[in-house]
């Protein structure tokens, strides 16, 4: 699979470019157009528990739509749905990459994907708890809102981001939640509430536009009933 981004950074979309009969798997309305004879199966991959885990736990779609090309070859266009950048993570079959709620968009043949939990101190911070871990060989599209920022840590160097701002991460990066400040009303105060430390070796993947911010910024302009 051969992969194009175009209208970056606010408006990204991805062309996948596959050869005969190579299939691609999209998360479930991220399609935006294909070429003619592309063929489309949606299931829930790995069964419907597997499927209930994406959903509920991991923050995608019950299915996965599975996309193959015809005997000339083909292309499919992704988009998420909010504004932002496409990031193409390759893997080599050693680093797996966990993904946040959300933000995955697409992966090439051979690349698998599964709802993995954090730890109950992921839970607590609300964007994290269970994510989405990509392993094998082959490309990783993953979406962030806003533009997108990649750290690479060495090893024993460390960084703190906020929960919401986070994409994706190698496993190869230790990391820890904690509350940025003490207490509630400290809290409230600094208007900020978990954070995640990371040490290297490896890269991270940050937004600078946090998707539950928005949701926050909209709820409190929609009249109460």
Not at 160 to 174: E, K
Request: glycine share 14%; hydrophobic share 40%.
């Amino acid at each position: 699979m051969q992969v194009r981004v175009r209208h970056q950074p606010s408006f990204a979309v991805a062309r996948l470019e596959l050869a005969q009969g190579e299939p691609v798997q999209v998360e479930s309305g991220a399609m935006m157009a294909t070429s003619y004879g592309v063929t489309v199966q949606s299931q829930a991959n790995g069964g419907i528990m597997k499927g209930l885990g994406r959903a509920f736990l991991g923050g995608e779609s019950f299915f996965i739509s599975t996309y193959t090309a015809p005997q000339n070859g083909g292309w499919v266009d992704v988009a998420a749905n909010l504004p932002g950048d496409i990031q193409v993570v390759t893997l080599d079959g050693q680093t797996g990459w966990c993904v946040t709620r959300g933000s995955w968009l697409a992966s090439s043949h051979g690349v698998k994907t599964e709802t993995r939990w954090g730890g109950m101190k992921n839970l607590v911070g609300g964007e994290g708890g269970f994510l989405s871990h990509a392993t094998g060989q082959g490309q990783v599209l993953v979406s962030c809102y806003g533009a997108l920022d990649v750290i690479t840590l060495q090893p024993g160097e460390a960084i703190t981001v906020d929960t919401g701002h986070v994409v994706a991460y190698a496993d190869t990066v230790q990391y820890q939640l904690r509350k940025v400040a003490q207490g509630v009303i400290q809290s409230m105060k600094s208007g900020e509430g978990f954070v995640f430390d990371f040490a290297g070796p490896g890269q991270i993947l940050t937004q600078t536009r946090n998707p539950s911010s928005l949701i926050s910024w909209i709820l409190s302009h929609v009249p109460s009933r």
